[in-house]
């Protein structure tokens, strides 16, 4: 009886064809292509198909939902047509936050990119000569600039002289003068890849030393002894978690040995009783016994970052001027790029990987040379405010309590509670795991949500704002927030406490 009646319901739905004739849904096929309006009409008739099996609709909330079927249609459209992929707001004040898409671009970047691939480009074409080219010199010839023209940065970043920086380090200065005069770089796809690469290209089949203090897994599944494992290259561990000596590298020498690898330890530090051979003892052991030193540096500054107060991240000039061969680094970690692997080092060594067939694989396309050469000009040209990850770093305490007091007035609620109070900004992406930048920050609590709930509200804003919750309370931190940003958040949480 009671199925004899579903079977009567399921009687009064309409075939997609029948839906595709009405007025309502021509009009939709009309707009948005009929192929995709069939597969929404089959969805939404689908649903009301599974909600009558299962006893949801009656014969009385069925017309209801009949009558609704044209509106159903064109929300299930919007949902399929809509992006996926949103821009967002980063109110967590996580500088580099791997999960929201790490350094956003400079302007200069998506000009570049609009520029050059919306028609064609000189990608792989020497106009001089009408043939065939190479993709890497649109940036090969600034990394040349960044990494040996060691006065420029520093000056730019009012700094010391880069000669200053390392002292003591001054048994392997001559060598590395060498070193950096004939510094090679190449991109792939991201700093795995990089590694990967190196890896593969120098050390397959034979054995990499590596401290098992650096042994390490960065967020997304990145572990040293995975893809050492991948690039066939054999993975010997010396030293213990907390102490390395340079002489455990050495004994750790064979006739089997290709290459010494140091890990820069970005996500995490190790502290009290511990030792880490230098860069200075390495690179004198690689040099004695003709091995090459690479290093994984991560996040990879192109400027020194003390003046930034930031501490105990080497930037990629200090590492090649120490004498290390090869370093592999992130475009858009502490460089503020788009999404890259960077290679630099001993050209006779960066030329073996670009001969390797892995690199064709690895190789990136021309949307990341745009953007790429884009914010390397800013280097060149000492523009670091042009780079909104170095802009976020470099603003002050003070400026962010200023915006963020603003807003606590454009706020007016007697439900939401909202004060400023004292914090720390993290730059994130597995750089500089204990320097924190001093902020201020906007807490929030309100009477009648819960701080998850009021997170949640934030999130489901347009665009979504993205917050921290910390011991009940939401914290915004401002510092990520681009300042035209900062209506769009006044405005979401005038309308949550309303
Ligand atoms: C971030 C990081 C990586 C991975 O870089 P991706 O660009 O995310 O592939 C590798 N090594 C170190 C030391 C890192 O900090």
């Not at 090679?184 to 190196?198: C, D, F, K, P, Q």
Request: some cysteine; charged content about 25%.
């Amino acid at each position: 009886m009671k199925s004899a009646a579903k079977s009567e319901l399921f009687r009064r739905l309409p075939s997609v064809d029948e839906l595709l004739r009405t007025a309502a849904v021509a009009e939709l096929a009309a707009s948005s292509g009929s192929a995709t309006v069939t597969d929404a009409a089959r969805a939404v008739v689908g649903r009301l198909r599974e909600e009558i099996a299962s006893g949801l609709l009656d014969e009385q909330s069925l017309d209801v939902a009949l009558a609704g079927v044209p509106g159903a249609i064109e929300q299930q459209l919007r949902r399929m047509l809509g992006y996926s992929l949103c821009a967002v707001i980063n109110a967590t004040g996580v500088i580099l936050h791997t999960n929201l898409g790490r350094a956003p671009l400079g302007a200069a970047a998506i000009e570049r990119v609009r520029e050059t691939s919306a028609v064609y480009s000189n990608l792989e074409f020497e106009l001089e000569t009408g043939e065939r080219g190479k993709r890497d010199v649109h940036v090969e010839r600034l990394f040349r600039r960044l990494l040996s023209d060691e006065g420029a940065v520093a000056r730019a970043a009012g700094l010391r002289p880069f000669d200053t920086l390392r002292a003591g380090s001054g048994g392997t200065a001559e060598a590395a003068v060498s070193t950096r005069a004939d510094v090679s770089t190449i991109v792939v796809n991201n700093n795995a890849a990089a590694v990967l690469l190196a890896l593969n290209t120098l050390a397959e089949g034979g054995e990499v030393i590596v401290s098992r203090g650096e042994l390490v897994e960065i967020g997304g599944s990145f572990r040293i002894p995975d893809v050492m494992a991948k690039s066939g290259a054999i993975l010997r561990e010396v030293g213990t978690t907390n102490r390395t000596r340079v002489a455990d590298y050495e004994r750790a020498i064979n006739e089997r040995t290709r290459l010494l690898l140091r890990v820069h330890r970005s996500n995490f530090e190790i502290t009290g009783f511990t030792e880490q051979a230098s860069i200075a003892e390495l690179v004198e052991l690689a040099r004695r016994r003709g091995l090459p030193l690479m290093e994984d540096l991560g996040s990879g500054a192109l400027v020194d970052l003390q003046s930034f107060g930031i501490s105990g991240e080497p930037s990629v000039l200090d590492s090649l001027r120490s004498g290390v061969d090869v370093v592999t680094y992130s475009g858009d970690k502490l460089l503020g790029g788009p999404q890259a692997g960077l290679i630099s080092g001993r050209r006779e060594l960066v030329s073996r990987m670009r001969a390797n067939s892995l690199f064709r694989a690895l190789r990136v396309d021309k949307l990341t040379y745009a953007a790429l050469e884009a914010t390397l000009l800013a280097y060149v040209k000492h523009n670091h405010d042009a780079i909104p990850t170095l802009r976020m770093m470099r603003l002050t305490k003070e400026e962010i309590g200023r915006r963020a007091q603003a807003m606590t007035g454009q706020v007016k609620s007697s439900k939401l509670k909202v004060e400023v109070i004292d914090g720390d900004s993290v730059i994130g992406g597995g750089a500089a795991p204990s320097s924190v930048l001093p902020t201020r920050l906007l807490a929030l609590s309100c009477e009648d949500l819960g701080a998850d709930e009021l997170a949640a509200r934030l999130r489901a804003s347009d665009p979504p704002i993205i917050t921290r919750v910390e011991e009940g309370r939401v914290l915004l931190d401002l510092r990520t927030v681009f300042p035209e940003q900062d209506g769009m958040i006044a405005a979401a949480l005038h309308r949550i406490a309303a």
